[in-house]
């Protein structure tokens, strides 16, 4: 799909709107990541 921007305001509002999307695409796999780094060690038990 082929993208015409006729003003430099059309192209700002297009890259803004990617921006923010993938902004929060990396915060997404930032959580993921230290919830994978963090919820690995369990507790052993002393019994």
């Known amino acids: 799909m082929e993208h015409t921007f006729y ?3 059309d192209y700002m509002i297009y890259s803004k ?5 993938l902004m929060g695409l990396g915060l997404v796999g930032m959580l993921g ?3 994978f780094l963090t919820g ?3 507790p052993q038990r002393t019994y």
Request: proline share 0%; no cysteine.
């Open 40 to 42: 690995r060690d369990k």
């Open 33 to 35: 990541f230290w919830r």
């Open 17 to 21: 709107g990617w921006t923010y999307t």
């Open 7 to 9: 003003t430099l305001l």
